[in-house]
């Protein structure tokens, strides 16, 4: 009986010390793009449509989940809006926004795509895109955005 309360706790304490890697986002952009590091503050303003042009002159091409939960947080977060502000802002620049179902499809937008950047979780990283650090910090490393 002692030795399986031990056994309980150890297991308690190993689950609470991993951390849920579940909706861990990243910021990948297309691999033209040289931009490597971001300000959160300026990732919200391109995100608001504040900012339409990249550094080199090219456009700003959003791509987002049509549903992702994960994502709306990051952009609630980013951009110090509810839900529901997002979703206007977003319905608002519908047309300079493109949107898919998946992370798979976000890769391949922003990969095919000159100026593109999005969100997808962090296991759906490939070579075929570039990953942002977010106020010089990398997916997965404390306060790279909101896990």
């Given at each position: 009986?002692?030795?399986?309360?031990?056994?309980?706790?150890?297991?308690?304490?190993?689950?609470?010390?991993?951390?849920?890697?579940?909706?861990?986002?990243a910021v990948v952009v297309n691999k033209d793009n040289a931009v490597q590091n971001i300000s959160s503050a300026h990732l919200a303003k391109l995100f608001k449509g504040e900012v339409k042009k990249w550094a080199d002159g090219?456009?700003?091409?959003?791509?987002?989940?049509?549903?992702?939960?994960?994502?709306?947080?990051?952009?609630?977060?980013?951009?110090?809006?509810?839900?529901?502000?997002?979703?206007?802002?977003?319905?608002?620049?519908?047309?300079?926004?493109?949107?898919?179902?998946?992370?798979?499809?976000?890769?391949?937008?922003?990969?095919?795509?000159?100026?593109?950047?999005?969100?997808?979780?962090?296991?759906?990283?490939?070579?075929?895109?570039?990953?942002?650090?977010?106020?010089?910090?990398?997916?997965?490393?404390?306060?790279?955005?909101?896990?």
């Amino acid at each position: 009986m002692k030795y399986q309360r031990i056994l309980c706790l150890l297991a308690c304490v190993a689950f609470l010390a991993v951390p849920c890697f579940a909706h861990h986002m990243a910021v990948v952009v297309n691999k033209d793009n040289a931009v490597q590091n971001i300000s959160s503050a300026h990732l919200a303003k391109l995100f608001k449509g504040e900012v339409k042009k990249w550094a080199d002159g090219k456009n700003v091409v959003l791509v987002l989940h049509s549903s992702s939960p994960g994502e709306m947080a990051t952009l609630e977060h980013l951009t110090k809006m509810t839900e529901a502000e997002v979703k206007a802002l977003l319905a608002s620049h519908e047309d300079s926004i493109r949107t898919v179902s998946s992370d798979a499809e976000v890769v391949e937008a922003v990969s095919s795509t000159p100026g593109a950047i999005g969100f997808v979780e962090e296991h759906s990283i490939t070579d075929r895109v570039g990953i942002v650090k977010v106020d010089g910090k990398l997916p997965l490393e404390a306060g790279y955005l909101p896990h």
